[in-house]
């Protein structure tokens, strides 16, 4: 099915550990999005993606890294995961476009003890 | 830089009453509007758009008008369901940040009772 997929939905890991969160669209959107959800904050974009192979900063990229190797793909890892990284993460994607909307995918929970 | 500004919620409604969610920006230029809404476990879907001013978006009975006078684009719906119950956030884009990147309000959680 088209669409944009998140793995894995849940993830409990330890301080220290590293941790990679995937995510996968089928539309060939060109951009794609990374965001954190946080009570009080709505979502903060934590790094965008132009293209294969271009990446950039958003509001809260402190700690996070990312690559995009593949159109379809955009997978986020937290090197050295800390409690302050305890959220709900979610990948979009969108078209070329200007002002298009974004697609969403259904979310990572991520506990980290 | 760009900001948004949503009402504060949380928000509990009866069945079959009017909603209005309230949402102003800050922004330089031309920015397009959005509200997205999000079902519990699920992901953010687009409600509705606008891209002018004086534009109106709407879908599922929810509409919403771009002010540029105001600098609002409030949400409103005649007459609410239970279903209707999730968080709605309002966002912005193409303001004095890139076009492809939106900013978000906070949300407004929304609570219909039967």
């Known amino acids: 099915d088209a669409g944009i997929t998140q793995s894995p939905r849940y993830k409990i890991t330890e301080t220290g550990r590293q941790v990679t969160l995937m995510c996968h669209q089928t539309?060939?959107?060109?951009?794609m999005f990374w965001y954190r959800q946080d009570l009080g904050h709505g979502l903060r974009l934590i790094y965008y993606s132009a293209a294969a192979d271009i990446t950039d900063k958003g509001e809260v990229p402190d700690g996070y890294v990312v690559s995009r190797s593949k159109t379809e793909n955009f997978p986020l890892t937290l090197e050295s995961a800390t409690r302050s990284q305890t959220s709900v993460y979610f990948c979009?994607?969108?078209?070329?476009?200007?002002?298009?909307?974004?697609?969403f995918g259904d979310g990572t929970r991520l506990s980290i003890l | 830089g760009d900001s948004v500004t949503q009402m504060e919620g949380p928000v509990t409604l009866s069945e079959e009453a009017f909603l209005t969610i309230n949402c102003t920006y800050t922004a330089t230029g031309y920015p397009s509007l959005f509200w997205y809404v999000q079902y519990p476990g699920e992901g953010l879907q687009l409600l509705l758009k606008a891209t002018k001013a004086d534009d109106k978006g709407s879908n599922k009975g929810f509409e919403a008008t771009y002010r540029k006078e105001t600098t609002s684009f409030h949400l409103e719906k005649g007459s609410v369901q239970v279903s209707d119950s999730a968080v709605y956030f309002c966002?912005?884009?193409?303001?004095?940040?890139?076009?492809?990147?939106?900013?978000f309000g906070s949300g407004t959680q929304l609570t219909v009772l039967p």
């Open positions: 539309w060939s959107h060109s951009y």
């Open positions: 979009a994607s969108s078209e070329r476009v200007n002002n298009q909307p974004q697609h």
């Open positions: 966002a912005l884009s193409g303001g004095s940040g890139s076009a492809r990147q939106l900013t």
